[in-house]
């Protein structure tokens, strides 16, 4: 382990997966040597707390990243097409949360126990993509399962949580929940329809072919990370009344023969993977769980009886955490050992 430390920005440090970017970097003692918070005008003065000292948030512009060696961006696609090529420019290797250059062929889209060897293609722009958060828990899960018996086709069905769509979200599922219980009107803002005891087969924008922005970055994204465009992927996303972790029924079809045994063997030994197998006494992956851990938890693993080479099983996993922030500084503690 190299025990020089780093400057590491933060952009998006005020928002949810920001937030807990910098617990994450202050849980795994990041090596850090300075740490600048970074945010848009209205949050500049906010005090953020890290290793005991009080922060104070800056204004992110583009000279913010002089003299910085790592940034983690939290902060939107918009922000990050704007502000990542500036500091790339200043030497500052970006870890980008958005999905702004997740299909940039000259950009990495990386899962550390997935395919950390991409990480070296940083240096082609000087930015690495954080991939969607119900991505990563499914492709950690995958992977093993597509090294050894080569994944034919995916079919996966998300139960994903409001903090994904961030704090105003978890605000409006509170907030109705609250009224409804208590027999008085709610309000929404966030979601097209009510989220609480509802669920909303709608996330992200819809496109010309039918599915929404969030099922293709499902799909593409897997392909790309484990490197194979000859998988077939396709999703439905969901928005269900659960404030952190997401849940992901998956059916797998492999080229070589395999059983659920077999795989549950496999998953049982993978990096980053917690097996919760056993329906006869009720344990099997669940949102609350995931919550508030790093690992991806899987469950319910049986064989499919409508296919040949085809399982079943049930993917949990934290989305703030596994599926954003944690991921993000995985990937900055491999830069840090191996590349700066």
Request: charged share 25%.
């Amino acid at each position: 382990m190299s025990e020089k430390k780093r400057n590491v920005a933060v952009a998006g440090a005020t928002g949810a997966v920001g937030n807990q970017m910098i617990r994450c970097l202050e849980e795994a003692d990041f090596p850090v040597n300075s740490l600048k918070l970074l945010a848009s005008s209205r949050s500049v003065g906010r005090m953020l707390r890290f290793k005991g000292d009080l922060i104070a948030v800056e204004q992110l512009n583009e000279d913010s990243f002089k003299g910085m060696d790592i940034a983690l961006f939290s902060a939107g696609g918009g922000t990050s097409e704007r502000f990542a090529p500036y500091a790339a420019k200043d030497g500052c290797v970006v870890v980008d949360n958005s999905s702004a250059w997740r299909m940039d062929p000259d950009v990495p889209l990386v899962v550390p126990e997935v395919n950390p060897h991409a990480i070296a293609d940083h240096t082609n722009k000087g930015i690495i993509a954080n991939p969607n958060c119900s991505t990563i828990q499914m492709v950690v899960a995958l992977d093993p399962i597509h090294k050894k018996y080569h994944i034919k086709r995916i079919v996966v069905s998300t139960y994903q949580a409001v903090s994904g769509t961030g704090k105003k979200a978890i605000d409006e599922l509170f907030d109705q929940t609250r009224a409804m219980i208590n027999f008085l009107d709610y309000e929404k803002s966030v979601y097209p329809h009510r989220i609480a005891f509802n669920c909303l087969p709608h996330i992200d924008t819809f496109l010309d072919n039918g599915y929404t922005k969030e099922e293709m970055k499902m799909v593409n994204e897997t392909r790309k990370i484990l490197e194979d465009d000859t998988i077939g992927v396709t999703a439905t996303t969901v928005r269900v009344p659960v404030f952190y972790g997401h849940s992901e029924s998956v059916n797998v079809e492999t080229r070589e023969p395999m059983s659920a045994s077999q795989v549950k063997l496999l998953l049982d030994k993978a990096p980053g993977i917690k097996v919760m197998d056993d329906p006869e006494k009720n344990l099997y992956p669940l949102a609350t769980d995931g919550a508030g851990q790093d690992l991806t938890l899987i469950g319910r693993i049986r064989d499919d009886a409508s296919v040949p080479n085809g399982i079943n099983m049930w993917i949990v996993a934290d989305n703030i955490r596994k599926g954003a922030a944690t991921n993000a500084v995985q990937i900055a503690r491999i830069l840090v050992d191996e590349y700066l």
